[in-house]
């Protein structure tokens, strides 16, 4: 999309914000259909110990999908999208928080400084994968070359990353971390010792790790994914922050991931992140109508599950050519 022809900040508002609006009963019902079948077989996993491990680990995939759909209900409560009140949004939160691992208002924090910085080459780092420049990667020494090598390659980002990230990451202080930021962590600490320690007694502690674990590893696995792929992609969107544009981050540089309909659903309709981050007051479940009805949303060009296995050969971005590429002729 040429960037002469975007719509103004006041246009987008004005086309995007009748989808703004949540609905208590499809917020209260995604809730029901999301927390109680991950409750639901998170205890057939339970079960599933005593006839054979292999059972279990394959119910770990419908259950790591259903932590998923938690994780968009919690993305949400963030933007303070789920439900028109502040405070049903936070409790919401907090708790789809801990099923998640994730500390609400350390998250919603850093999440919020990925909105306001997508796109932006010289306000990275808050929120988002970090992507060198050529240049930048030229300038490393051997050994730290090596190092982004290893944590952009697929295994390393997507399965060993997200372990890191949900059970690990989380449970530390962001850098320069405000009051209201480290009291999440340490709460949401504490909260999860507790579950987990019950959860212990009642299974054991080493029956509770067989069944958890492997839920964050695939559950985690596909979050890192679609995160990764909604700013990495063929065609997205990096420039100096005196170039950056609010409306191109959000068309160009947020993709619009079109999955098959049962991956769509399980995801909360997170591949619609172009419209997302134009305006993240939308409730997830009214994102594909804001896509069809929005004739801009028309001209986007959808990145399809095919299509995106080409990201992850992208790693870093070229300045001089105005996109992504691999390592594959660098030094």
Not at 55 to 60: E, H
Not at 157 to 177: E, I, N, T, W, Y
Not at 216 to 239: A, D, K, P, R
Not at 286 to 298: R, S
Request: aromatic content about 14%.
């Amino acid at each position: 999309m040429d960037q002469t022809a975007l719509p103004t900040v006041s246009v987008m508002k004005q086309a995007t914000q009748p989808y703004q609006t949540p609905s208590l009963r499809r917020s209260i019902w995604m809730l029901a259909n999301t927390v109680v079948p991950y409750v639901l077989l998170f205890y057939a996993m339970v079960r599933s110990l005593e006839v054979s491990y292999w059972f279990t680990l394959l119910l770990a995939i419908p259950t790591g999908g259903f932590l998923i759909r938690t994780f968009i209900i919690f993305h949400d409560c963030c933007h303070g999208s789920f439900f028109q009140s502040t405070t049903a949004n936070r409790i919401t939160g907090i708790l789809t928080g801990l099923i998640t691992f994730t500390p609400f208002d350390t998250w919603k924090h850093s999440h919020a400084t990925h909105h306001a910085t997508a796109g932006d080459l010289d306000r990275r780092g808050v929120g988002d994968v970090t992507t060198m420049t050529v240049d930048e990667y030229l300038a490393l020494t051997p050994l730290k070359r090596l190092g982004y090598r290893i944590y952009r390659h697929p295994i390393t980002m997507v399965f060993f990353g997200s372990v890191l990230v949900f059970l690990v990451g989380h449970r530390l202080f962001p850098k320069h971390a405000g009051k209201r930021e480290r009291s999440s962590v340490i709460w949401t600490n504490l909260a999860l010792a507790g579950i987990v320690a019950l959860l212990s007694w009642a299974m054991g502690f080493w029956n509770y790790l067989l069944v958890q674990v492997p839920i964050i590893v695939v559950g985690g696995s596909i979050g890192v994914w679609l995160f990764y792929v909604q700013h990495n992609f063929e065609g997205t969107y990096w420039v100096r922050h005196d170039q950056w544009q609010f409306i191109a981050a959000g068309l160009q540089g947020s993709s619009f991931y079109k999955l098959p309909k049962v991956l769509q659903w399980i995801s909360g309709n997170i591949g619609f992140h172009h419209i997302h981050h134009l305006n993240p007051r939308i409730p997830n479940y009214n994102l594909e109508a804001c896509q069809n009805n929005v004739p801009i949303f028309q001209q986007i060009r959808p990145v399809t599950l095919f299509s995106s296995m080409h990201s992850l050969s992208l790693r870093l971005w070229d300045e001089k050519q105005q996109k992504l590429v691999g390592f594959k002729g660098l030094p």
